[in-house]
Nanobody
Framework: QVQLVEAGGGLVQSGRSLRLSCVASGSLFSIIAMGWYRQAPGKEREFVSSITSSATTMYADSVKGRFTISGDNAKNTVYLQMNSLKPEDTAVYYC?????????WGQGTQVTVSS
């Protein structure tokens, strides 16, 4: 089993920054990628960003240039630095880990951006 624990969410004003973290623990074999999705009220969960085991990164168009994903393999941790936050970034942010056999999800952390 794999457990993912997110931290770093909160309430911030538009234009400010937050950094999310996600620590993975448990049976960690063949991690292909880790990353983040988000889900706003009344909307479907959407991809935000990912980083592979070889440090290849991907971003949704809506966050390119504002969000940066990074990883610390030694700590099994992935970070999401979110700058220039906008009210439309308000959502529950979910960490995920893509393994060789299945994908795992964290419980989510709330990010609220006030205008």
């Amino acid at each position: 089993q794999v457990q993912l624990v997110e931290a770093g969410g909160g309430l911030v004003q538009s234009g400010r920054s937050l950094r999310l973290s996600c620590v993975a623990s448990g049976s960690l074999f063949s991690i292909i990628a880790m990353g983040w999705y988000r889900q706003a009220p009344g909307k479907e969960r959407e991809f935000v960003s990912s980083i592979t085991s070889s440090a290849t990164t991907m971003y949704a168009d809506s966050v390119k240039g504002r969000f940066t994903i990074s990883g610390d393999n030694a700590k099994n941790t992935v970070y999401l630095q979110m700058n220039s936050l906008k009210p439309e970034d308000t959502a529950v942010y979910y960490c995920y880990l893509k393994g060789a056999l299945r994908q795992y999800w964290g419980q989510g952390t709330q990010v609220t951006v006030s205008s």
